[in-house]
């Protein structure tokens, strides 16, 4: 219709018509330097300003966002045309005898597939995306290219722009699979006080066009490619209606297009959205999508501030005078005798000056008032501090009365535990005088007083064997029988005293057992004729016999024979020495004291 409107039917009612209002619209017979003029030049001075700057070609595949933005030799698009008045806006502004030094870096990356890619360094790989702690946008590791002329910046884009993914599809022969984001970055330092420096960004993306898999045709990894677009290109739109709608969250975090946008979409950049259209029947419903999104980011507001701070070197060590860096007493000294005089006459006047005396860093009067605040708030306390000369060395009145009453109530307790203690041993010695008293009343023994202990080692258990009745009787009728099976025998042990130095002998009742080697090989016998002759079940009768070893014994002697002799147990499988040696203690002592064992 005019320059900033225009007007497309309606396509749920022909009768009617959608009606679109922009800051500028550029039709067919526009050229790309109507453009640039138009809508990128005027933003190009922010940037000296420490601004951020942002253009966007947005629009559906095929529709001329990379044409837009790179443009051809014939034709430069908007990149070309912006770096070059860039570059001289920044060779005018830093030439010698102006106030400001600017430098000027270039990036060049992609998103592909949701992987943030280095153009101008292939072989690195997917990079992050930080934020810092004053909210700047920031990818560690992108690589910065310095720039001073158009020729430095051709040298470095033109390879890097052939690294950027295309395909074909059916609607474009060279169709951008990915999202691309030229970074220029500006920086610019204070030749003079205050030393001020400044960093300003220009964004240059050229996003991706939304596509219709039915129209385009895409299949195997076209059709991954198509997808990671459109979702990145609906996060877009959802970071533009959250906006819009002011809700407290903004999905920026839910595409890297969208993250790396955060500073464009709401943020502190001067931002410029260049929707591509295509006046084509079947490009309709993509015609309507664009604007209709291009109508929504223009009600998005973005805040522009100046990113400006001090140089390092300006908040260095400040020189002061001799009567400064010494405290009162030593600047009282270095006084001269009419200084002197004049202080003591007017000490008031003299402490209401030191207070109000200025500092050597008020001297910078073009600083920033809020920097300069601070600074002078700090150099005020410093001074205070200072003021009050060196520590006394003696306590205050307050903590020394506080220190001297804490030290009488230690002396205090200290004369109560002596007290308590001097009690509890008198009352030990009565203790000990009326013990001894009742001891020769009623006991003719002598006990040892408490504190005296015998410590003595404890006795061992007593062990014997009680042999049958009937066996001890018929031993005793044979003459030349050995009935000595239980043995009294003294034994003396050592008691320690704690009174007497050598210990004490005491003698002890201890039982030994002796057993007459008919007994014992009687015994033996009777364990071989079992082993010889007794079942698996008369085996078991045995102690440290089992099922299982008795099982062991039957098969054995079925193999093997007979046992020769009690010993040649340990032949068979499964029985060791050590189990043999407690099997000869269990049972030969039992049967030679006629324990029944077998079948009765």
Request: hydrophobic share 35%; net charge positive; charged share 25%.
């Amino acid at each position: 219709m005019e320059s900033c409107s225009l007007e497309i039917a309606n396509w749920r009612n022909h009768q009617e018509t959608l009606k679109y209002q922009f800051d500028a619209f550029y039709g067919e017979r526009s050229t790309q330097q109507d453009i640039y003029a138009g809508s990128v030049q005027p933003i190009l001075r922010h940037l000296l300003e420490g601004q951020n700057a942002s253009v966007l070609a947005y629009g559906p595949t095929g529709a001329g966002k990379t044409h837009t933005m790179l443009g051809s030799p014939e034709q430069p698009g908007l990149i070309p045309r912006a770096l070059m008045d860039l570059l001289q806006l920044t060779r005018e502004e830093g030439a010698e005898g102006r106030p400001w030094a600017l430098s000027v870096t270039m990036s060049y990356l992609e998103i592909y597939q949701e992987k943030v890619l280095d153009l101008l360094d292939s072989t690195s790989g997917d990079l992050v995306i930080r934020e810092d702690c004053r909210g700047n946008i920031l990818i560690p590791g992108l690589t910065q290219k310095p720039i001073t002329s158009f020729a430095d910046f051709e040298r470095h884009f033109l390879p890097a722009s052939r690294n950027r993914t295309v395909g074909a599809t059916r609607l474009n022969q060279r169709s951008s699979r990915s999202h691309a984001v030229l970074l220029v970055k500006v920086d610019q330092r204070e030749r003079l006080a205050p030393f001020r420096q400044r960093e300003g960004k220009l964004y240059l993306i050229d996003l991706a066009g939304s596509e219709d898999n039915r129209r385009t045709g895409n299949k195997g990894l076209r059709l991954k490619e198509s997808g990671a677009i459109n979702a990145s290109l609906f996060v877009l739109g959802k970071v533009v209606d959250a906006l819009n709608q002011g809700l407290p969250r903004v999905p920026y975090r839910d595409s890297k297009l969208t993250r790396l946008l955060q500073d464009s979409l709401g943020g502190s950049a001067h931002s410029i959205l260049i929707a591509n259209i295509a006046p084509e029947r079947h490009f309709y419903l993509d015609t309507v999508s664009a604007l209709n999104f291009a109508a929504r980011t223009k009600e998005v507001i973005n805040r522009p501030f100046t990113n400006e701070s001090l140089q390092p070197h300006v908040l260095g060590p400040v020189k002061l005078s001799q009567k400064e860096l010494l405290g009162p007493p030593e600047a009282k000294k270095a006084r001269g005798p009419e200084e002197e005089e004049i202080g003591s006459a007017e000490p008031m006047a003299a402490s209401a000056s030191a207070s109000q005396k200025l500092s050597p860093l008020q001297k910078l009067s073009s600083m920033d008032p809020a920097m300069l605040e601070r600074l002078l708030s700090l150099d005020r306390l410093l001074a205070s501090q200072g003021s009050q000369g060196a520590p006394l060395l003696s306590t205050p009145k307050r903590e020394r009365m506080v220190l001297m009453k804490t030290v009488e109530e230690k002396d205090l307790e200290i004369e109560r535990l002596k007290m308590k203690q001097k009690e509890l041993e008198a009352k030990v010695l009565a203790q000990k005088a009326e013990d001894s008293k009742e001891k020769e009343n009623h006991c003719p023994t002598i006990l040892r007083p408490l504190l005296h202990r015998t410590v003595t080692v404890a006795k061992p258990l007593k062990k014997a064997v009680v042999m049958p009745l009937q066996l001890i009787q018929e031993q005793a009728a044979s003459p030349n029988a050995e009935i000595h099976i239980l043995k009294n025998k003294g034994r003396k042990r050592k008691v320690e005293s704690l009174d007497s130095p050598e210990p004490e002998e005491k003698a002890e009742d201890c039982w030994e057992l002796q057993i007459s080697p008919e007994l014992l090989a009687h015994g033996r016998q009777k364990i071989l004729d079992l082993l010889n002759e007794g079942s698996a079940r008369d085996l078991r009768s045995l102690q440290r016999i089992g099922p299982k070893k008795a099982q062991l014994i039957v098969g054995w002697r079925e193999l093997h024979g007979p046992f020769s002799q009690v010993e040649d147990l340990e032949r068979v499988e499964g029985i060791t020495g050590k189990q043999m040696e407690s099997f000869l203690k269990a049972n030969i002592l039992g049967l030679a004291a006629g324990q029944r064992c077998g079948p009765s």
